[in-house]
């Protein structure tokens, strides 16, 4: 990887790190979602969720599509949902190891 290659991907982990875009981008994961939902679903305003948004599409980790009148939105590909998907599952793994 290039350096610059390292720091694209640094800052989209700093992206996820953030809870809210976290339980956006997981809200997403089983299709796509209009605004109103993840907003009404998530108990988050308009205004974050729309900040949110901005910042997860610049990164390429949601994608839209517009429908009429609404925006829905939808984690981009699978490799950004099988990496969440496979995180959930690692947090939830037995550490009785440990």
């Known amino acids: 990887m290039t350096q610059h290659d390292v720091t694209v991907l640094a800052e989209t982990f700093r992206l996820l790190g953030d809870p809210t875009r976290l339980r956006i981008l997981l809200f997403c994961l089983p299709g796509p979602r209009s605004v109103g939902e993840i907003v009404e679903n998530l108990e988050l305003s308009q205004t974050l969720v729309s900040h949110h948004l901005r910042l997860l599409r610049g990164a390429r980790l949601v994608r839209g599509e517009r429908r009429s009148k ?29």
């Open 70 to 98: 609404q925006v829905f939105y939808e984690v981009a590909d699978s490799h950004v949902s099988d990496m969440l998907i496979d995180m959930a599952f690692h947090i939830h793994e037995d550490h009785a190891d440990d």
